[in-house]
Nanobody, 115 residues
Framework: QVQLVESGGGLVQPGGSLRLSCEPS????????MAWYRQAPGKQRELVAR???????ETVESLKGRFTISRDSMKNTVYLQMNSLKPEDTAVYFC?????????WGQGTQVTVSS
């Protein structure tokens, strides 16, 4: 019913920046919550940040000041701006969306922070 396509991942050096994008398509609603999660090998998937259709945003405490979630006012696309990247940020980053009592996951995009 809803498809989520992430993009923008890749290899970046420590201290660098990257912006991820998530574009929903299909039977999308204007009432929703979207979020970014990440999962490193051998670790649990963890919440990074989330945004509601009402415009409320949250970034987990440990990532505040470096990671920011936002949306395009003319599109449905949600972004994750990542600055001052560290090797421990290396993970697969997943987009998530909840609407109409259902939840959907994107396929994930790899972010690797290494010199």
């Amino acid at each position: 019913q809803v498809q989520l396509v992430e993009s923008g991942g890749g290899l970046v050096q420590p201290g660098g920046s990257l912006r991820l994008s998530c574009e929903p398509s299909g039977s999308i609603s204007d009432v929703y919550v979207m979020a970014w999660y990440r999962q490193a090998p051998g670790k649990q998937r963890e919440l990074v940040a989330r945004i509601s259709s009402g415009g409320l945003t949250e970034t987990v405490e440990s990532l505040k000041g470096r990671f920011t979630i936002s949306r395009d006012s003319m599109k449905n696309t949600v972004y994750l701006q990542m600055n001052s990247l560290k090797p421990e940020d290396t993970a697969v980053y997943f987009c998530w969306r909840s609407q109409g009592g259902k939840a959907y996951w994107g396929q994930g995009t790899q972010v690797t922070v290494s010199s």
